[in-house]
């Protein structure tokens, strides 16, 4: 029974040239659905079903992601915003999977959050607030960490936050700034630990 949902962008020119290849067995790649610049869903597997759409990676210490999730395409190159109508199609289209699996919004992520270094999609330009703010996604905390807060305690809160992957500390900031701070940048700042919601942090 699945217990994730995995967000990915297609990284490529077309949701036709997507189609071909997630329906192509020869390349050993699928999604349960993919949802077009224009809102269509295309879907591809039964969500019962185990689709080839994670890889290798790992999130709250379960790995084998592929036989626990659900993978959503979504037909953009990374590089460009994700437009209305498709983000409209896939808040319809997560309603009804949490609803229909009893999935949390903690459950919903990134190929980023359980591939970190490996994956950058949906990227830089996903609007996870959007989904946090409909209760789609796990909502962020708004707590700064203290000034000269160590990478050991970062990483143990992005342990318990569900960043378990094998990783260094510099990736693990890259993947937690992707999903939270994408506009982050330089070494780990007092901001990089408000997804964590630590109130303990207030001064």
């Not at 953009?76 to 199609?89: I, V, W």
């Given at each position: 029974m699945p217990s994730l949902v995995v967000i990915h962008y297609t990284a490529m020119d077309s949701a036709q040239a997507a189609l071909d290849r997630l329906c192509d067995p020869e390349c050993e790649v699928s999604a349960h659905y993919l949802i077009g610049r224009d809102g269509t869903v295309w879907q591809m597997v039964r969500e019962t079903h185990r689709a080839w759409h994670a890889g290798a990676g790992e999130w709250h210490g379960q790995s084998d992601i592929n036989s626990r999730s659900i993978g959503i395409e979504l037909d953009?190159?990374?590089?460009?915003?994700?437009?209305?109508?498709?983000?409209?199609?896939l808040e319809i289209l997560l309603r009804q999977i949490i609803k229909r699996w009893s999935i949390t919004p903690e459950g919903v992520i990134?190929?980023?959050d359980m591939a970190p270094g490996r994956k950058f999609d949906p990227g830089q330009r996903f609007d996870w607030q959007r989904l946090e703010r409909l209760g789609l996604a796990a909502r962020r905390g708004v707590d700064e960490g203290p000034q000269d807060a160590p990478p050991a305690l970062?990483?143990?809160l992005a342990h318990d936050a569900g960043f378990t992957a094998d990783t260094d500390d510099a990736t693990l900031l890259e993947a937690v700034r992707l999903r939270y701070r994408p506009w982050g940048k330089g070494p780990l700042a007092p901001a990089d630990f408000t997804p964590f919601g630590k109130t303990a942090?207030?001064?």
């Open positions: 953009n190159t990374g590089f460009h915003p994700f437009s209305e109508l498709q983000m409209t199609g990134g190929h980023s970062f990483r143990a942090f207030r001064a």
